[in-house]
T-cell receptor
């Protein structure tokens, strides 16, 4: 029944490692997003895909690479992890692009880089 | 760049009281949304208000929008302990990229039973 799911929920890893976070939505939405929430709870968009096409690519280090194999999935791969990458990463989806649509968020993945 | 700023940063009230949170933004908008985030959870959409609307209600929630002052408020009436959460406003930027939401800094609401 979960609308937007993410795995894993927690990720603890060492600097320099490569890791992936997976996201799936079963809402039939066309648009998916990745957000980063820092320790002060500031939430910032990283990427957005619409029908598997990248439409938003904020100023994010190119160590971060999103991939959308189909409309229902949006994964985030992070290379050469750094301490500053520690944050909670949220996946979200919406029925369409544009801010007239409400977004549905996943439960988040807490990434800790040691 | 950050668009919205919530005020206050933190608010503590007793159950049954009303809670008011404010959001100010910098540039003209098309829409403004409010979201709630319970501790350790993802954000949940509460209300969307368009720039040509002045007030919107949903259950115990009332949102107002004053585009002349570039501000919005979220009122939760008859608060409950379960309302304890962080509340965020989110806007687009008219004339800018209209396909992304810019979130504010959030108000942490604590409702004491």
């Amino acid at each position: 029944d979960t609308a937007v799911s993410q795995t894993p929920k927690y990720l603890v890893t060492q600097m320099g490692n490569d890791k992936s976070i997976k996201c799936e939505q079963n809402l039939g939405h066309d648009t998916m997003y990745w957000y980063k929430q820092d320790s002060k709870k500031f939430l910032k968009i990283m990427f957005s895909y619409n029908n598997k096409e990248l439409i938003i690519n904020e100023t994010v280090p190119n160590r971060f690479s999103p991939k959308s194999p189909d409309k229902a999935h949006l994964n985030l791969h992070i290379n050469s992890l750094e301490l500053g990458d520690s944050a909670v990463y949220f996946c979200a989806s919406s029925r369409g692009t544009g801010v007239a649509y409400e977004q549905y968020f996943g439960p988040g993945t807490r990434l800790t880089v040691t | 760049s950050q668009q919205g700023e919530e005020d206050p940063q933190a608010l503590s009230i007793q159950e049954g009281e009303n809670a008011t949170m404010n959001c100010s933004y910098k540039t003209s908008i098309n829409n403004l949304q409010w979201y709630r985030q319970n501790s350790g959870r993802g954000l949940v959409h509460l209300i969307l208000i368009r720039s040509n609307e002045r007030e919107k209600h949903s259950g115990r929630l009332r949102v107002t929008l004053d585009t002349s002052k570039k501000s919005s408020s979220l009122l939760i009436t008859a608060s409950r302990a379960a309302d304890t959460a962080s509340y965020f406003c989110a806007t687009d930027a008219k004339g800018g990229a209209t396909n992304k939401l810019i979130f504010g800094t959030g108000t942490l609401l604590a409702v004491q039973p």
